[in-house]
Each structure stands twice: as C-alpha cells, then as structure tokens.
C-alpha cells in the first residue's frame, strides 16, 4: 500500500470510532506510561501529520486527516493531563462551561464523523482546517482552566482564518471570563 492509502485508511478508522476513548484512539492501554503515550502519538504524527500531506491529498482527503488527526492530538492532551501530578480538567469553574458551550456548538453541527457536511453553511465547515486545529487546542485549554492559552489559542485559530466570526465570538467570550478573573 501506498503511503497515500495508509493515511487515509487510518483516519477513516480514527474518524468510524466517534465514542472512543484517548487510549483507543492512541492504541495504548488505559494505564500506559507517558512515554508509551508520547511514542505512540510520535508514530502518529510521523505518518498522519497534516503537514506532511498537504500536497499529495485532494481537499476533501486533507479535510479527513486533518480531523482525524485533531482527535488523536486530543486525545493525546487528554492522556497528557491526567498523568500524576497535572491538573484534572477543571468541572466546576465558569471557563468549563464555555468550553462545553464551545464544543457543544461545533458538535452540533458536525454529524459524527466529525467532519463537516455539505448541508446548510455552519461555523464549522467555514472554519478551515488549521483554525480548526487551534480551536480544539483551546477547547483543552479551557476544560483544564487554563484561560491564558485559550485565548492564544483562539487568537491562533483567528490568524488562521480571520474570516471566522465564530472564532471571533468565542474569543469575546473568554476574554470576558478572563476580565472576571483577579
């Protein structure tokens, strides 16, 4: 097989599981050290990396692994956080909330592959594939309570795609929590 067919045989596989959990997407075992878990998410990145197949894959093919990739990269920040020692994802604090409301936005307007439809127009599919990867990365960033790197992350997610009124919003959204804050 052709690397071409791999990576794409790999993110639909990623992108056919919408319920599994970060080890299942890492393909490690629940307790894995984090050195299995940096490796297997290095394998990752060596093979399905977005950058590395920018050119060779058409828009739609882009748009899968990129997505796919996103998920993994998630889950590998998820892995991250809940090593001993680090900070479990904040449940009660306000910036949970808006991460939930983020999240819950996009989600409800994806179908469960994760990948935009060609339907109505949504924030999601005018989101491009890199604003996207920034926006997941604050969406981390919030459900560990962590304000500072959100708004970096969105403003990332911003340069990105300065188009997004979406992103635009959400940035408002969390600099105001972040102007509650002492």
Same mark, same amino acid.
Do not use: C
């Given at each position: 097989?052709?690397?071409?067919?791999?990576?794409?045989?790999?993110?639909?596989? &990623?992108?056919?599981?919408?319920?599994?959990?970060? #080890?299942?997407?890492?393909?490690?075992?629940?307790?894995?050290?984090?050195?299995?878990?940096?490796?297997?998410?290095? /394998?990752?990145?060596?093979?399905? #990396?977005?950058?590395? #197949?920018?050119?060779?894959?058409?828009?739609?093919?882009?748009?899968?692994?990129?997505?796919?990739?996103?998920?993994?990269?998630?889950?590998?920040?998820?892995? /991250? !956080?809940? /090593?001993?020692? =680090? /900070?479990?994802?904040?449940?009660?604090?306000?910036?949970?909330?808006?991460?939930?409301?983020?999240?819950?936005?996009?989600?409800?307007? !994806?179908?469960?592959?994760?990948?935009? !439809?060609?339907?109505?127009?949504?924030?999601?599919?005018?989101?491009?594939?890199?604003?996207?990867?920034?926006?997941?990365?604050?969406?981390? =960033?919030?459900?560990?309570?962590?304000?500072?790197? =959100?708004?970096?992350?969105?403003?990332?997610? &911003?340069?990105?795609?300065?188009?997004? !009124?979406?992103?635009?919003?959400?940035?408002?959204? &969390?600099?105001?929590?972040?102007?509650?804050?002492?």
């Amino acid at each position: 097989m052709s690397v071409r067919s791999d990576v794409l045989l790999w993110a639909q596989r &990623i992108l056919s599981k919408p319920d599994a959990s970060p #080890h299942q997407l890492l393909e490690v075992r629940p307790d894995a050290p984090a050195d299995v878990v940096s490796d297997a998410f290095q /394998r990752v990145a060596r093979m399905a #990396h977005p950058d590395l #197949h920018r050119s060779n894959l058409e828009a739609a093919d882009f748009e899968m692994v990129t997505a796919a990739y996103s998920r993994v990269a998630g889950a590998y920040q998820e892995m /991250r !956080t809940r /090593r001993p020692g =680090a /900070r479990p994802p904040a449940k009660d604090e306000p910036q949970s909330v808006i991460a939930q409301r983020m999240s819950s936005q996009i989600k409800a307007q !994806t179908p469960s592959s994760g990948l935009p !439809t060609a339907g109505a127009p949504s924030s999601a599919q005018s989101m491009n594939s890199k604003a996207l990867i920034y926006y997941r990365k604050a969406e981390l =960033a919030l459900r560990r309570g962590e304000l500072r790197p =959100a708004v970096m992350q969105i403003k990332m997610a &911003i340069a990105a795609d300065p188009a997004s !009124t979406f992103l635009r919003s959400a940035l408002g959204e &969390i600099e105001k929590e972040l102007a509650k804050k002492p």
